[in-house]
Nanobody, 128 residues
Framework: QVQLVESGGGLVKTGGTLRLSCAASGRAFSNSAVGWFRQAPGKGREFVAAICRRTVWSGAITDYADSVKGRFTISRDNAKNTVYLQMNSLKPEDTAVYYC?????????????????WGQGTQVTVSS
């Protein structure tokens, strides 16, 4: 079992930055695929980014939705059992509740239903 807690959300202006944190407890998740998703009001849960492996034998990579590529960076600090999402050049359309999720395996996935563990979410609001 993995328990995840997100933090770092807030209210920022267009063009601003935030760094979200996803802290794990219960057990380490250094070998798990970890993703960030977001859900805006009235919309479904959307893939944002993941740190994962293409196969069990390959090295770790990062995977980003086209809408955030070049602006967001996902990273991992295994010593702190924490995954981060650095968000730069924020836009109003980035406004959403952001969720951290982990898979029981290291393989890259983009579907919310393919992730086993979820945090409670943290609100990000970008004013126009």
């Amino acid at each position: 079992q993995v328990q995840l807690v997100e933090s770092g959300g807030g209210l920022v202006k267009t063009g601003g930055t935030l760094r979200l944190s996803c802290a794990a407890s219960g057990r380490a998740f250094s070998n798990s695929a970890v993703g960030w998703f977001r859900q805006a009001p009235g919309k479904g849960r959307e893939f944002v980014a993941a740190i994962c492996r293409r196969t069990v034998w390959s090295g770790a990579i990062t995977d980003y939705a086209d809408s955030v590529k070049g602006r967001f960076t996902i990273s991992r600090d295994n010593a702190k059992n924490t995954v981060y999402l650095q968000m730069n050049s924020l836009k109003p359309e980035d406004t959403a509740v952001y969720y951290c999720a982990a898979c029981s395996t290291s393989i890259c996935r983009r579907g919310p239903d393919e992730f086993d563990y979820w945090g409670q979410g943290t609100q990000v609001t970008v004013s126009s």
